[in-house]
């Protein structure tokens, strides 16, 4: 069983930032790839981006270049670092961790990050 926490949301205007900090149950990034994604009021989830075990890293369209992700293998935390924040990144955040191949994954509790003047 794995436990994600995730922390650092909160209220910011446009063209702010944020970092997002997910700290998992124990040393897990060998074996899971890891994730953010994030669902608005009546909308579905979706991916925000992607860690996979050896590094490589993936975006949606919608934050590439603006949002990092990172992992702090020591700390056994993830990061999602938020920049030029639009009103459109207003919604719960929420940390994944699944093993390659599907089939397993856990998930955080959530985050709320509004965006708004």
């Known amino acids: 069983q794995v436990q994600l926490v995730e922390s650092g949301g909160g209220l910011v205007q446009p063209g702010g930032s944020l970092r997002l900090s997910c700290a998992a149950s124990?040393?897990?990034?060998?074996?899971?790839?890891m994730g953010w994604y994030r669902q608005a009021p009546g909308k579905q989830r979706e991916v925000v981006s992607t860690l996979t075990r050896d590094g490589r890293t993936n975006y949606a369209y919608s934050v590439k270049g603006r949002f990092t992700i990172s992992r702090d293998t020591a700390k056994n935390t993830v990061y999602l670092q938020m920049n030029s924040l639009k009103p459109e990144d207003t919604a719960v955040y929420y940390c994944?961790?699944?093993?390659?191949?599907?089939?397993?994954?856990?998930w955080g509790q959530g985050t709320q990050v509004t965006v708004s003047s």
């Open positions: 994944n961790a699944a093993l390659p191949g599907g089939g397993l994954d856990f």
């Open positions: 124990g040393s897990i990034f060998n074996t899971y790839a």
